[in-house]
């Protein structure tokens, strides 16, 4: 039994829960609103590791980041108003993104509420909509039951995010003497019944051209070989949902690609020819599904088996022919233990979707000085096969999605939310939780600032990252839609941008500009030689939208 013997602060207790629930690392950006929360860190700062970042958007995201990075919730505190709208953009993601994590956010005095006053917002009422849970906490003594359901709750189920508004006052009243701090929370695993099971294993014999997509939270590098060792016995080809390539090796036989933004024709066109389609923890979103076109809802063509860990997600959009409510971990060990063999009937269409897939590695001819595919394939064979990918929203990310195959989980860490500005602090978390790892950040030029500022926390906690910036001068994705939508009415996409290689050195980086491929290498080796992290500042052809397209056909298409 956990119980203090003296009294103690809300903060104190706060803190203690923490330590209990196992916080090893928190982000934040510091606030007047919980400064006893602070101090009692200070206490505990060889056991709890503060992050400071420079804004919260950055510290929720790098959250975020820990989150996916450990399976254990990433935790961010942050101030009130301000402060929690700046890192409501974190919470979406990992809502979005199945990511467990707890955001703590102060609050006024209670004495103060519904006085509108000073950075005073309704938390609960606010992140209703983008959290699993929203609550305040009124009492100093109820603490440990209201952070224990927040982890429990961030790890359950379809794992998200929990946000708890702590109002001023509570953080510094006493606390009696005798305060449980409750037990670590623990994440539940749900698996399959035996006879779902049956009834899968029926439906696979009876297949000739079965096909599986796994995403979604709660994954481990333990799932990710049960369901290769799945494909392997039966003869089963495996695709993956938007940023989630790193869950099985992509050099695998049985891999066929990523249903990302833009997915490949000849993947897309393998689902459609597929007669079973097995879905394990993807919720078959809108970007997954290519607008809900490649399959149509509420009922597939295919038989359909959909595993997800929340029954509430099953029969959401798409009605399955046999829905089991599952974990990942659960039902992947489920599927490996499922006797039969189908692999030699089947090896064609396993072959043959595999081929597909080796063929979209394959790089067009490019008279461009700098070719992103180009940059991109010398990044990834200079370094090791664990090196964390991480990048946030633009038409640059589809260079790293289709040329660096990702071949260890967990090494891709990408915002399924389309959030821009979340390579730059995932790749801060990434690098403090696996120092030994090496840690690549992609961005745009438009991706690059919005949280390009935590620069300075690498710099801070002597964070060695590659950072690559890809300035093309615009806001490319939107301004592909513009192109196709609008042909030759530019407006609102162009972009007049800083000496990034300057501006990294300013924050005590190394900084290189590369315009030439032929310029690239020894720019590279010049970076990881570095002592501290670096950036690269690759300009690219403005004319080249996306991996395939290039404005003047796009206007062509549009025009004719």
Same mark, same amino acid.
């Given at each position: 039994?956990?119980?203090a013997?003296t009294s ?5 207790i706060?803190?203690? $829960?923490?330590?209990k629930?196992g ?6 950006v510091p606030g007047?609103?919980y ?11 060889d056991e709890?590791d503060l992050v400071?970042?420079?804004?919260e958007g ?7 980041a820990?989150g996916k ?8 505190f942050?101030?009130r108003?301000?402060?929690a709208?700046n ?10 993104d199945?990511?467990p994590l ?8 209670r004495?103060?509420?519904d006085r ?5 917002v309704?938390?609960a009422?606010?992140f209703?909509?983008l959290?699993k ?10 603490l440990?039951?209201?952070i224990?359901?927040?982890f429990?709750?961030a790890?359950?189920g379809?794992p ?5 508004s ?6 510094s009243e ?6 449980e ?7 539940l695993?749900?698996a399959?019944?035996?006879a779902?099971?049956?009834?899968l294993s ?8 079965p096909l599986?997509i ?5 994954w481990?590098a ?6 290769v060792?799945?494909?392997e016995?039966h003869?089963?080809p495996v695709?993956?949902?938007l940023r ?5 090796p992509n050099?695998h036989?049985?891999?066929?690609g ?12 393998r689902?459609k020819?597929?007669?079973l389609l ?25 038989t359909?088996?959909h ?6 997600e099953?029969?959401r959009?798409?009605?399955?022919d046999?829905?089991m ?6 039902a992947?060990?489920a599927l490996?233990a499922?006797?039969g063999?189908?692999?030699?009937a ?6 043959? $979707?595999?081929?597909?897939y080796?063929?979209?590695?394959e ?26 990918v ?10 790293v999605h289709r ?12 915002p399924?939310s ?5 390579g730059v602090p995932a ?16 961005a745009?030029?438009? $991706?690059?600032?919005?949280n390009?500022?935590e620069l300075a926390?690498a ?8 950072f690559?910036v890809a ?16 042909p030759?009415r530019v ?7 800083p000496d ?6 300013a ?5 290189e500009r ?9 720019a590279?080796e010049?970076?990881l030689?570095?002592?501290?992290a ?6 690219t052809?403005?004319?080249?939208i996306s991996?395939?397209t290039?404005?003047a056909a796009l206007?062509q298409r549009?025009?004719?």
């Open positions: 039994m956990d119980s013997n103690r602060r809300g903060a104190d706060l803190v203690s $829960c923490l330590l629930q916080v090893d690392r928190i982000f934040c007047e609103s400064l006893p929360v602070l101090d009692a860190l200070h206490d505990v700062r709890i400071v970042c420079r804004q950055g510290a929720a995201n790098m959250a975020d820990y990075l450990t399976g254990r919730p990433g935790i961010c942050v101030t108003g301000p402060g709208t890192a409501s953009i974190g919470i979406h993601t990992a809502f979005q199945s990511t707890v955001m703590f956010v102060g609050q006024v005095g004495g103060m509420k509108e006053g000073f950075q005073e309704d938390f009422a606010m209703a909509p959290a849970w929203a609550a305040e906490v009124n009492d100093p003594n109820r440990p039951e209201y224990h359901r927040a429990q709750t790890l359950a379809r998200g995010p929990v946000v708890l702590l109002p001023e006052d509570i953080l006493i606390v009696g003497p005798e305060i701090l409750g037990v670590p929370a623990a994440r695993e749900s399959p019944t035996p779902q099971t049956e009834r029926q439906l696979l014999e009876a297949s000739q051209k599986m796994v995403g979604g939270g709660g481990s333990e799932a990710g070989r049960h369901v060792a799945f494909a016995r003869g089963i695709a993956t949902s989630c390539q790193d869950y099985v050099t036989p049985n891999h066929c990523h249903l990302g933004i833009g997915a490949d024709p000849a993947l897309v066109a689902v020819e597929a007669d097995i879905v394990l923890g993807a919720r078959l979103g809108e970007m997954t599904t290519a607008g809900y076109e490649m399959l149509r809802p509420p009922r597939l063509t295919q359909l088996v595993i997800h860990a929340d029954p509430e099953l029969g959009v798409y009605q399955a046999l829905p409510a599952a974990t990942a971990g659960a992947a060990a490996a499922l006797p063999e189908g692999a030699d089947r090896a064609s269409w396993v072959a043959a $979707c595999h081929a597909d080796k063929r979209t590695l790089r067009p001819k490019s008279s461009a000085k700098l070719d992103l595919a180009d940059a991109v394939s010398r990044l990834k064979a200079r370094l090791p096969a664990d090196t964390i991480t990048n946030g929203a633009g038409n640059y990310a589809g260079w040329y660096w195959p990702f071949e260890t989980y967990r090494s891709q860490l990408a399924t389309g959030a821009m500005g979340y790749a801060v978390a990434a690098k403090l939780t696996f120092p030994n790892r090496e840690v690549v950040a992609f745009g030029d438009g $991706c690059f600032l919005m390009g500022q926390t710099a801070q906690y002597d964070a060695k990252i590659l690559v300035n093309n001068g615009m806001y490319g994705t939107i301004r592909m839609h513009q192109e196709r939508e609008f030759r407006y609102g996409t162009d972009l007049k941008n990034f290689a300057a501006l990294a050195r924050y005590g980086l190394h900084g590369v315009e030439d491929i032929a310029e690239f290498d020894a590279l010049r970076s030689a570095a002592p501290g670096a950036l690269l500042e690759l300009v052809d403005p004319d080249v991996v395939r290039t404005i206007r549009a025009l004719a």
